[in-house]
């Protein structure tokens, strides 16, 4: 059983900078892949990010590739989404997962743990 809490959320002017942060409860934080996926208002849960448990394998979603990065802790069972130039359409409701498995699914789906959820607006 992983448990997972999300921070670092807020209001940031289009062009700022997030970082969000996701601490996992349980003892088997390494061995699980994590990603972050968003949802906006009136919009599907889409995939983010995602990676391996030793960090060594890293996916984005395309809109995000150059702007997002994706990074763990497992000193400290801690999982990061730092982002960089956001645009309002990145505003949404940013959700952690974890599942554990080797590869770095894309698909909520293939996610077994999920976190509340942290808003992150974008203003313009």
């Known amino acids: 059983q992983v448990q997972l809490v999300e921070s670092g959320g807020g209001l940031v002017q289009a062009g700022g900078s997030l970082r969000l942060s996701c601490a996992a409860s349980?003892?088997?934080?390494?061995?699980?892949?994590m990603g972050w996926f968003r949802q906006a208002p009136g919009k599907e849960r889409q995939f983010v990010a995602g990676?391996?448990?030793?960090?060594?394998?890293?996916y984005y979603a395309d809109s995000m590739k150059g702007r997002f990065t994706i990074s763990r802790d497992n000193a400290k069972n801690t999982v990061y989404l730092q982002m960089n130039s956001l645009k309002p359409e990145d505003t949404a409701v940013y959700y952690c997962?974890?599942?554990?498995?080797?590869?770095?699914?894309?698909?909520?789906?293939?996610?077994?743990?999920w976190g509340q959820g942290t808003q992150v607006t974008v203003s313009s």
């Open positions: 997962a974890a599942t554990p498995t080797l590869r770095v699914p894309t698909t909520i789906r293939q996610y077994d743990y």
């Open positions: 349980g003892r088997t934080f390494s061995r699980n892949t």
């Open positions: 990676i391996s448990w030793g960090g060594g394998s890293r």
